[in-house]
């Protein structure tokens, strides 16, 4: 720390009580938990407002809402995700719990600026709510936005367009702080290869964040402008070109999807090697891998856009960057199951959610090489396909992985331990409820159903009421998983300091930490992932 410290350095006031000591906090931990409730209340809300519009779809014709409510139903679905859960969710909770833990010291290099960040985050959240219900209603454009016809529509795309904005602000100062945690305030004694493989994922993704989210609130502002002042840049009708919107929306929007999944891959890279109790396979190859992701991944946002009318050498070009893509992804892949191989495995809630994740994002990542070229793109564009690959991309990826890290990190959080009966019930009923929901959305799409329709032919029907028995399941897992977590609160069976033999730094303080979570001068190890004494003190039956 610098002699004199800035005033977003300065550590929180002391004598704070009550309501105070939360809302003006400054310490890294209970800002990971406000944004953890915050956030888990806008996941409850999308995940509701999406298992609506599935039931909507469960037959032809109208269900329970209109045309004009389901347009504004995906809509929001698709903002609240992932604005407000996929993009915040694992970095802004666990990497602002874990990663001044993991690097060995007392909180992040701008604590005041943290707060600021989550005030920001609460701001966009409201900003969203409110555009709900004021005059216009929610907008109908999907997440896309898209002009002209965000340009045109009379509902609150200015507002909502604003909220997305003030969200990315907040996404960015938290990865301002992260990157500069991460070089100013490493314990000395923790070099660059020995820092945990969440933190490094943390790392990558917050240079994504500083780096591409700028040019998504510059493209929103301007949309803000045409609405307003007619500039005339993206609308047609007055010399401006849409194409152009798409390809600044997508050049922050797929490195976006980076920003999504690597904090996910960080979670799933410390829950492996510790449940196989094994040293992870490639460790130097997952950290490559992480910032491989982040640079080839802004290379290659025209594949949303084959269908655009670009030239065939420009869709050569994007179809090609697009499978390197998948190179440093698949590495990671390997080293997860080349970790499992031979290993002592002991099967718990977090490993189970973790085995999950590698199936449902591989599934999810190999059907994004069918998007990847351009001749099957061109065929299911637009589709249920495509709706079916990033659910599985950014739900049975992010969103499991998610579900991974709560289970995992809980009985650090919280110093209590929840019921596993439960939880394996529940991670059954999602898997199985995920599985019949959107397997059948990538044949519907292979048929041509297209995405964002309010109705569908007679051909379609069988295919979507077997989504709607998907979709109940999926939706009942999932609320049993959150309500398990709860009640651990209340039963109060008390977690030890390392229920899971793991070790990385959080494992060595007590659950929960300590305000400045260290008691004694932090231990690093020469490998971040080595248990040997772990095995030796448990083969001792300590
Ligand atoms: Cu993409």
Not at 223 to 244: A, K, S, Y
Request: proline fraction near 6%; charged fraction near 10%; hydrophobic fraction near 50%.
């Amino acid at each position: 720390m610098s002699a004199t410290p800035s005033f977003f350095q300065t550590p929180s006031p002391p004598g704070l009580t009550g309501i105070k000591a939360w809302l003006l906090t400054h310490d890294h931990k209970r800002l990971g938990l406000m944004y953890l409730w915050a956030v888990l209340f806008w996941f409850v809300v999308a995940l509701t407002v999406g298992f609506l519009i599935r039931i909507e779809l469960m037959s032809m014709g109208r269900t329970i809402m209109s045309a004009e409510v389901y347009n504004s139903a995906f809509t929001l679905h698709g903002v609240i995700m992932i604005f407000l859960f996929v993009i915040p969710g694992i970095p802004a909770i666990f990497g602002n719990f874990f990663l001044p833990i993991q690097l060995g010291t007392d909180d992040v290099f701008f604590p005041r600026l943290n707060l600021l960040s989550w005030y920001l985050y609460m701001i966009g959240g409201l900003l969203a709510l409110i555009s709900l219900f004021t005059a216009g209603g929610f907008p109908d454009t999907g997440w896309t936005f898209y002009v002209p016809f965000s340009v045109g529509t009379n509902n609150n795309v200015s507002l909502t367009v604003f909220a997305a904005f003030i969200l990315g602000m907040s996404s960015m100062l938290t990865g301002l702080n992260f990157i500069t945690t991460v070089h100013r305030m490493r314990i000395k004694t923790m070099g660059w290869m020995q820092i945990p493989l969440f933190t490094w994922s943390l790392y990558a993704t917050a240079w994504v964040q500083l780096l591409a989210t700028p040019v998504i609130s510059i493209t929103l502002v301007l949309v803000i402008f045409e609405r307003f002042f007619q500039i005339g840049l993206f609308d047609p009708d007055r010399g401006g070109d849409p194409i152009l919107y798409q390809h600044l929306f997508w050049m922050y929007s797929h490195p976006a999807v980076y920003v999504m999944i690597l904090p996910g891959m960080g979670v799933i890279s410390e829950i492996i090697p510790t449940f196989s109790r094994k040293a992870i396979f490639g460790y130097k190859a997952i950290v490559a891998s992480s910032l491989g992701i982040a640079v080839a991944g802004s290379l290659v946002w025209a594949h949303h856009m084959y269908t655009s009318g670009m030239s065939d050498v420009a869709v050569f070009v994007f179809s090609l960057l697009t499978f390197l893509v998948a190179i440093p992804t698949a590495v990671k892949v390997f080293s997860w199951v080349s970790t499992l191989y031979r290993a002592s495995i002991e099967m718990t809630p977090p490993l189970l959610y973790g085995l999950i994740f590698i199936y449902l994002f591989s599934v999810g990542g190999l059907t994004g090489l069918v998007l990847g070229a351009a001749g099957t793109d061109i065929h299911v564009h637009d589709t249920h396909f495509v709706v079916a690959h990033f659910h599985f991309t950014m739900f049975g990826g992010t969103g499991f992985a998610f579900f991974a890290a709560l289970h995992y990190w809980w009985p650090k959080m919280f110093g209590v331990m929840y019921n596993f009966k439960r939880a394996y019930l529940a991670a059954t009923l999602a898997t199985v409820g995920f599985m019949f929901h959107y397997v059948p959305m990538f044949i519907l799409g292979l048929k041509g159903m297209p995405r964002r329709y309010y109705d569908y032919l007679p051909q379609f029907s069988q295919g979507n009421s077997l989504a709607a028995v998907g979709g109940l399941l999926l939706f009942s897992g999932i609320i049993l998983m959150l309500v398990n977590l709860v009640l651990s609160l209340r039963s109060r069976q008390v977690a030890a300091a390392n229920p899971w033999g793991g070790c990385t730094l959080e494992w060595s303080v007590p659950s929960p930490p300590p305000l400045h979570n260290f008691v004694s001068e932090p231990r690093v190890m020469a490998y971040p992932y080595d248990f040997s004494e772990i095995i030796a003190r448990e083969s001792q039956g300590k």
